[in-house]
């Protein structure tokens, strides 16, 4: 049954919904987590596949009809294909899409992409196996690599995107590798400017590497022409100009795209999140666990995304970075 559409307080129309479906991982980027991880969640605190998919389909009815699965390492989590196929079986979902680190992709792609998965996002920092082991802390390019080329020999699964955290100091490297990737293989590469939500809380700005300069070196060696960007897209995507693929560039620190972000999440423990860079979070599933209709879940939810946040402030005076670090929001 189709609800009244979910809109935030500043009439923004939500329409897409991150949910993260563990807190644990299998790598330790650096830009993420710490090298010794985290305390994890235990069990009983993460949300159920039945829960995950009441509260997916209750969204769904609101129109939120575009669903990502992540983590955490999604992959990771026991039994993930099954709970893809309970989502995809909710009709109101439009698209359901999953970001991974590809390292269990070997394993998982097919039965993956069999219960539903339309779109794939995967990270990839290094197309070098020394520098891959410096960033994520695990020696797991050529694994990665693998998956990435299994999940290419299911055309269902396309455009498949490859996305590479940009770092300076690290990053000016990957950028001519990454965009001869880009022009040889079937994959879209989009970088993610470095943003504060590691563990470490090693973030400045002086380490961000935006899109902008990257950008700029490509079109010094590849010309690259803009496509027009899309209503609520997150990358600005560029065509090489010789028409050999495309780039895109994730400029949320430089060039934030706030003002048109359609985009709340649900973390693996049943907080609702309307920002990255939430500072309070809603708690559905102490509710749903106490036995709460969906009319008054629902009414919590629009409760809280009416106040979502007209914008970040990160490079502002007086930022504060949120308690929760990206793999324990959801990224
Ligand atoms: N483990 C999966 C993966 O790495 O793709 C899914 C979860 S991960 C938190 C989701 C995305 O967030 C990845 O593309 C990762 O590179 C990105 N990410 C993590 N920490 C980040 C940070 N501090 N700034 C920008 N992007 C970040
Ligand atoms: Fe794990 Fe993804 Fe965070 Fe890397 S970015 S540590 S793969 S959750």
């Not at 009441?54 to 983590?71: E, F, K, N, Q, S």
């Not at 699964?157 to 990454?178: C, D, H, S």
């Not at 907080?271 to 919590?300: H, I, K, V, W, Y």
Request: proline share 6%.
């Amino acid at each position: 049954m189709g609800l009244e559409p979910l809109r935030d307080g500043h009439g923004r129309l939500i329409g897409d919904l991150r949910v993260s479906v563990t807190d644990r991982c299998n790598f330790r980027c650096q830009y993420c987590m710490p090298a010794e991880g985290l305390p994890w969640l235990e069990r009983a605190e993460i949300l159920t596949f039945e829960e995950i998919t009441r509260l997916v389909a209750l969204l769904a009815a609101m129109g939120v009809g575009d669903i990502r699965l992540t983590g955490g390492e999604p992959l990771v989590r026991r039994g993930f294909p099954a709970l893809v196929e309970m989502l995809s079986a909710i009709e109101a979902v439009d698209e359901l899409s999953v970001t991974t680190n590809g390292f269990l992709l070997e394993r998982d792609a097919q039965a993956l992409v069999r219960a539903g998965v339309d779109r794939f996002n995967v990270s990839v920092d290094s197309l070098q196996r020394d520098r891959f082991f410096q960033l994520t802390r695990r020696d797991a390019l050529p694994q990665v690599l693998r998956g990435l080329e299994l999940l290419a020999s299911f055309p269902e699964a396309y455009p498949i995107k490859v996305n590479a955290v940009a770092m300076r100091g690290f990053t000016e490297q990957e950028v001519l590798p990454f965009a001869r990737f880009a022009r040889r293989s079937p994959y879209e590469i989009r970088f993610i400017e470095f943003m504060p939500l590691d563990a470490d809380r090693a973030w400045t700005p002086d380490r961000v590497l935006t899109g902008e300069e990257i950008r700029a070196a490509i079109d010094a060696v590849y010309p690259l022409e803009p496509e027009p960007r899309e209503p609520h897209a997150t990358a600005r995507i560029y065509r090489f100009a010789d028409g050999r693929g495309k780039i895109g560039f994730i400029n949320p620190v430089s060039e934030p795209f706030c003002g048109d972000c359609n985009r709340i999440r649900l973390t693996a423990d049943g907080r609702l999140r309307t920002c990255l860079f939430s500072l309070n979070e809603t708690d559905l599933r102490a509710p749903l666990r106490a036995g709460a209709q969906d009319r008054e879940l629902e009414q919590m939810i629009r409760d809280a995304v009416w106040r979502k946040e007209l914008k970040h402030h990160v490079g502002e005076p007086g930022f504060i970075q949120p308690a929760r670090s990206m793999s324990a929001i959801g990224g």
